[in-house]
């Protein structure tokens, strides 16, 4: 079963935005924190940004600090990721993800992860 469901992803020119959504099935996410991680191509996967429970408490990467936002409703399964002046090695496949134990910060070796969408920023 499907847990995680994104969309959003695509082909956009340099310096352009794209908005990534994920929702969790019937709310079971909303007391977990949740994020976006990605995996460019020969690489491996790395945190972008995540999102307390609350909505109250981020965590970005230094590579996309100033550009993206994440967002969610406090208490909410859905999470969202504004990308702005997306430069080409922003390129990747992007994977929503929530942690099933904590509220403020998510490990991968629990999370439970969407099916991951691609992202593709042309130069």
């Known amino acids: 079963q499907v847990q995680l469901e994104e969309s959003g992803g695509g082909l956009v020119q340099a310096g352009g935005s794209l908005r990534l959504s994920c929702t969790g099935f019937?709310?079971?996410?909303?007391?977990?924190?949740m994020g976006w991680f990605r995996q460019p191509p020969g690489k491996e996967r790395e945190l972008v940004a995540s999102i307390s429970w609350s909505g109250d408490y981020e965590i970005y990467s230094d590579s996309v600090k100033g550009r993206f936002v994440i967002s969610r409703e406090r208490g909410k399964s859905t999470v969202r990721l504004q990308m702005n002046s997306l430069k080409p090695e922003d390129t990747a496949i992007y994977y929503c993800a929530a942690d099933t134990q904590s509220g403020l910060a998510i490990d991968p070796r629990r999370a439970r992860w969407g099916q991951g969408t691609q992202v593709t920023v042309s130069s």
């Open positions: 019937d709310g079971i996410f909303d007391s977990y924190a």
